[in-house]
């Protein structure tokens, strides 16, 4: 089936650097979402990103986090600077329809961010 | 969204027919009831959704009881493949599409 991929798999890096996770999200899909998830805790919704905007963000989407998707390539999430809480796994997400038609998100194999 | 109660884990042997219980007694009706799975490692997989009627595909069978406030997501003939964390989610029709997890149901299959 579809598979959205997501670069690179882990990434370990200090505190206060600036760090960009990847996603190539299925090819004809339209709305975009990241996740977050902290070892052993629930997965938890951060953002998502339709027709270069955000729709909608969490508490947990704090200022030093941005998102975008230049050129319909890449859909990334970058943070900067990073801090020992941003530490977890972050899946990205694709759907081709969003809001009222509701869509099933296809998800990549996630991203695992070791901020030292 | 309304929340959901499942139970924390449940065990079950290949080929057996598996029933996964999900509570949503404030659910609304413009509530939509979706399931996921997701096993070690992975992202999460969708497997089905509804609203009011019964549902099925290649995955699951999705039995909606009639005043909606609990569902059950019916695996026949489990494999070991089918081990994993399985989610039942509300989503409020017309809603930004996001979906909110909470712990699941740690579904264990037995060779």
Same mark, same amino acid.
């Given at each position: 089936?579809?598979?959205?991929?997501? +670069?690179?798999?882990?990434? +370990?890096?200090?505190?206060?650097?600036?760090? !960009?996770?990847?996603?190539?999200?299925?090819?004809?899909?339209?709305? $975009?979402?990241?996740?977050?998830?902290?070892? %052993?805790?629930?997965?938890?919704?951060?953002?998502?990103?339709?027709?270069?905007?955000?729709?909608?963000?969490?508490?947990?989407?704090?200022?030093?986090?941005?998102?975008?998707?230049?050129?319909?390539?890449?859909?990334?999430?970058?943070?900067?600077?990073?801090?020992?809480?941003?530490?977890?796994?972050?899946?990205?997400?694709?759907?081709?329809?969003?809001?009222?038609?509701?869509?099933?998100? $296809?998800? %990549?194999?996630? !991203?695992?961010?070791?901020?030292? | 969204?309304? =929340?959901?109660?499942?139970?924390?884990?449940?065990?079950?042997?290949?080929?057996?027919?598996?029933?996964?219980?999900? @509570?949503? /007694? &404030? #659910? @609304?009706?413009?509530?939509?009831?979706?399931?996921?799975?997701?096993?070690?490692?992975?992202?999460?997989?969708?497997?089905?959704?509804?609203?009011?009627?019964?549902? &099925?595909?290649?995955?699951? *069978?999705?039995? #909606?009881?009639?005043?909606? =406030?609990? @569902? &059950?997501?019916?695996?026949?003939?489990?494999?070991?493949?089918?081990? /994993?964390?399985?989610?039942?989610?509300?989503?409020?029709?017309?809603?930004?599409? =996001?979906?909110? *997890?909470?712990?699941? &149901?740690?579904?264990?299959? #037995?060779?």
């Amino acid at each position: 089936g579809p598979k959205v991929l997501q +670069i690179p798999s882990h990434q +370990i890096i200090d505190m206060g650097q600036m760090v !960009t996770l990847n996603c190539d999200p299925v090819s004809n899909h339209l709305y $975009f979402y990241w996740y977050k998830q902290i070892l %052993g805790q629930q997965m938890e919704f951060l953002v998502n990103f339709y027709n270069g905007k955000v729709m909608e963000k969490s508490k947990l989407f704090k200022d030093q986090f941005s998102v975008e998707r230049p050129d319909g390539s890449y859909f990334t999430l970058k943070i900067q600077p990073t801090a020992l809480e941003d530490s977890a796994v972050y899946f990205c997400a694709s759907s081709y329809w969003g809001g009222y038609n509701y869509a099933e998100q $296809f998800f %990549g194999p996630g !991203t695992r961010l070791t901020v030292l | 969204d309304a =929340k959901t109660t499942q139970p924390d884990s449940m065990e079950s042997t290949e080929g057996e027919t598996v029933h996964l219980p999900c @509570s949503h /007694a &404030t #659910i @609304s009706g413009n509530e939509y009831i979706y399931w996921y799975r997701q096993v070690p490692l992975q992202g999460p997989e969708y497997v089905t959704h509804g609203l009011q009627q019964n549902t &099925t595909n290649s995955m699951a *069978f999705l039995a #909606i009881a009639s005043d909606r =406030k609990s @569902s &059950t997501l019916i695996l026949p003939h489990v494999s070991l493949r089918d081990a /994993a964390v399985y989610h039942c989610i509300l989503r409020v029709a017309g809603g930004n599409n =996001k979906l909110t *997890f909470g712990q699941g &149901t740690v579904l264990s299959v #037995i060779p």
